[in-house]
T-cell receptor, first 116, second 113 residues
Framework: GAVVSQHPSWVICKSGTSVKIECRSL??????MFWYRQFPKQSLMLMAT?????????EQGVEKDKFLINHASLTLSTLTVTSAHPEDSSFYIC????????????FGDGTRLSIL | GQQLNQSPQSMFIQEGEDVSMNCTSS?????WLWYKQDPGEGPVLLIA?????ELTSNGRLTAQFGITRKDSFLNISASIPSDVGIYFC?????????????FGSGTKLNVKP
């Protein structure tokens, strides 16, 4: 079946570093992908909608200059957390719009980001 | 973003018991989805609902899309230890024609053997 690959699965870095997370659809094309953030014991909060070939659409309260999204091809979206700080530590999950009723979205396995 | 109210927040039940959880929204949704998430992993789709009133089963799981299109419930019958996890509802608001979903706050299910 369709698979979404998210990389890296885990990253630890120093405060002030920028971190890039990749989300790839492996066997289907996704014009739309989504980025979620999940703090411990909380729900998945939609951050932004990533659109291939155009600017991402950010949810209210999400800083677009802080969380840079690039969707340059039909199989890859990237999220860059710029100048990350400890409060940005979270579980980041991407999903790809599969466009089918059986599987509306395919989720990646998430990236655990820890900022020291 | 959209506000989805999911309840209960957590449940502690005995193996073999039935479980029910629900989600409500102040706005109308096109689609309701139910997911299960294990720690450190992405959510896994359990059931998808596309029409108001639709009742769908997946093994011991049954979910319904409310008539008002503002709510949905998930039932798990004869629970087993591997049902332990966090269950999320997700809804697609009416104004979107693509698969953009907002998630409920989750129900943590604990099953005692």
């Amino acid at each position: 079946g369709a698979v979404v690959s998210q990389h890296p699965s885990w990253v630890i870095c120093k405060s002030g570093t920028s971190v890039k997370i990749e989300c790839r659809s492996l066997d289907f094309q996704a014009t739309t992908m989504f980025w979620y953030r999940q703090f411990p014991k909380q729900s998945l909060m939609l951050m932004a909608t990533s659109n291939e070939g155009s600017k991402a659409t950010y949810e209210q309260g999400v800083e677009k200059d802080k969380f840079l999204i690039n969707h340059a091809s039909l199989t890859l979206s990237t999220l860059t957390v710029t100048s990350a700080h400890p409060e940005d530590s979270s579980f980041y999950i991407c999903s790809a719009d599969a466009g089918t009723e059986l599987q509306p979205q395919h989720f990646g396995d998430g990236t655990r980001l820890s900022i020291l | 973003g959209q506000q989805l109210n999911q309840s209960p927040q957590s449940m502690f039940i005995q193996e073999g018991e039935d479980v029910s959880m629900n989600c409500t929204s102040s706005s109308i949704f096109n689609t309701w989805l139910w997911y299960k998430q294990d720690p450190g992993e992405g959510p896994v789709l359990l059931i998808a609902l596309y029409k108001a009133g639709e009742l769908t089963s997946n093994g011991r799981l049954t979910a319904q899309f409310g008539i008002t299109r503002k709510d949905s419930f998930l039932n798990i019958s004869a629970s087993i230890p591997s049902d332990v996890g966090i269950y999320f509802c997700a809804g697609q608001p009416l104004q979107y024609n693509f698969n953009k979903f907002y998630f409920g706050s989750g129900t943590k299910l604990n099953v005692k053997p």
